[in-house]
T-cell receptor, first 114, second 116 residues
């Protein structure tokens, strides 16, 4: 799986959009970008994933650059409950043969300020 | 509330004890996982079970013994652990579909283990 680089920490004001960058310059054509987050004292939570098109769901939006070497997770209206460590993970879709695990990097500690 | 339930939430044990961690899910998922997370570090994969069969063991020491008695349960048996094994142990599950795909993993909130 390709390596990812994320800032160690970021601050964002409550109510504003939080934009979390991820660099994955060695991504392969068959690798997807996944985002998970881990709120303190909880297990990680899946947020969103994408290949090359921008994606949006009820939690967030994922913007992937045209060359796929970087992406940005956007939380449109951050709340205090969004304070967490956000992990960007690049991996292939597992094919027939079974599931494989996730390889977490160090992630970004996002702190939402009141 | 998480759909993956882990018990106990906290466990303190001596190095000579034998204990077990339990994980349960009722979402019909056929892939289950154990991760270990040290303080201020990201989770690290330990084991993967697919259709109740061990498919991945990430070179975990034999003092950790996983078991998947049925499609809803995953256990982690512990014996003769070391102080450096103190960590948060996370269980996760995901669907398995023919042809693979992108099935997000659903995590429990973990068991915090302390070895005296």
């Amino acid at each position: 799986d390709a390596k990812t680089t994320q800032p160690t920490s970021m601050d964002c004001a409550e109510g504003r959009a939080a934009n979390l960058p991820c660099n994955h310059s060695t991504i392969s054509g068959n690798e997807y970008v996944y985002w998970y987050r881990q709120i303190h004292s909880q297990g990680p939570q899946y947020i969103i994933h994408g290949l090359k098109n921008n994606e949006t769901n009820e939690m967030a939006s994922l913007i992937i650059t045209e060359d796929r070497k970087s992406s940005t997770l956007i939380l449109p209206h951050a709340t205090l409950r969004d304070t967490a460590v956000y992990y960007c993970i690049v991996r292939v879709a597992w094919d027939e043969g079974g599931a494989d695990g996730l390889t977490f990097g160090k992630g970004t500690h996002l702190i939402i300020q009141p | 509330d998480t759909e993956v339930t882990q018990t106990p939430k906290h466990l303190v044990m001596g190095m000579t004890n034998k204990k077990s961690l339990k994980c349960e899910q009722h979402m019909g998922h056929r892939a289950m996982y154990w991760y270990k997370q040290k303080a201020k570090k990201p989770p690290e994969l330990m084991f993967v079970y697919s259709y109740e069969k061990l498919s991945i063991n990430e070179s975990v020491p034999s003092r950790f013994s996983p078991e998947c008695p049925n499609s809803s349960l995953l256990n982690l048996h512990l014996h003769a652990l070391q102080p450096e094994d103190s960590a948060l142990y996370l269980c996760a599950s995901s669907q398995e579909k023919l042809g693979g795909g992108h099935q997000p993993q659903h995590f429990g909130d973990g068991t915090r283990l302390s070895i005296l």
